[in-house]
Every structure is written in structure tokens, then in C-alpha cells.
């Protein structure tokens, strides 16, 4: 079973920049997609973007022009570059990604990780 480990949020002033790392262990070899979520107090989780075992990437309108998501295809290790945060951005951030078995498709999450942007 592929587990998923977050790391680099933080508390970060308005207009900065944070980049996480979602660093997996396990049966690695057979993630395909990836991509990262985020959920806001009181909020459901949201997609942020997803990257797919061929590099497509897709991302949220909220994020487009500023945060980038990308993926080390050899380690399967993923990174989220953000910057120009806002107040709004404020979240608890998680990596996800799809384990395949054979035939079946497996939804992974990690813990999270905070990211806390002050005005």
C-alpha cells in the first residue's frame, strides 16, 4: 500500500510563497495520478491541481497563475509551488494520489499539511 507523506507548510504573510512535498513510500511503482487538495475550516476539501502519470496537469481556477504543481516521475515525489498567497489560501493542504492493483484504483491520502496565510 503507497503512503503519502506532506511536508513545507507553515505560516506565511500575504503575498508570499511555500512549496510543498508530498513524499510517498510503499508500493510506489504503481501510483498513476497525483495531485494535491486543500479544506478550509468548515469547508469540503477541494481539488487545488492534479498531475497525471504522463505530466498533464490540471488546476483550480483560484490557483491558476500562481501555485504549480509538479512531480519527480523517477521518485514519484510531488511538489506544489506556491506563491502570491492570500488570506483565502489559508487551508490544510493534502496529497493524494491513485494506487493501481491490477485492475482496481486505490484513492490515497496523506495527513495533511497547514498552511497558514496572515493578512
Known amino acids: 500500500q503507497v503512503q503519502l507523506v506532506e511536508s513545507g507548510g507553515g505560516l506565511v504573510q500575504a503575498g508570499g510563497s511555500l512549496r510543498l512535498s508530498c513524499a510517498p513510500s510503499?508500493?510506489?511503482?504503481?501510483?498513476?495520478?497525483m495531485g494535491w487538495y486543500r479544506q478550509a475550516p468548515g469547508k469540503q476539501r477541494e481539488l487545488v491541481a492534479r498531475?497525471?502519470?504522463?505530466?498533464?496537469?490540471t488546476s483550480a481556477d483560484f490557483v491558476k497563475g500562481r501555485f504549480t504543481i509538479s512531480r519527480d516521475s523517477g521518485k514519484n515525489w510531488l511538489y506544489l509551488q506556491m506563491s502570491n498567497l492570500k488570506v483565502e489560501d489559508t487551508a490544510v493542504y493534502y496529497c493524494y494520489a491513485q494506487e493501481r492493483r491490477g485492475t482496481t484504483i486505490y484513492s490515497r491520502w496523506g495527513k495533511g499539511t497547514q498552511v497558514t496565510v496572515s493578512p
Open positions: 498531475i497525471t502519470i504522463g505530466g498533464s496537469t
Open positions: 510503499g508500493a510506489t511503482f504503481n501510483i498513476d495520478d
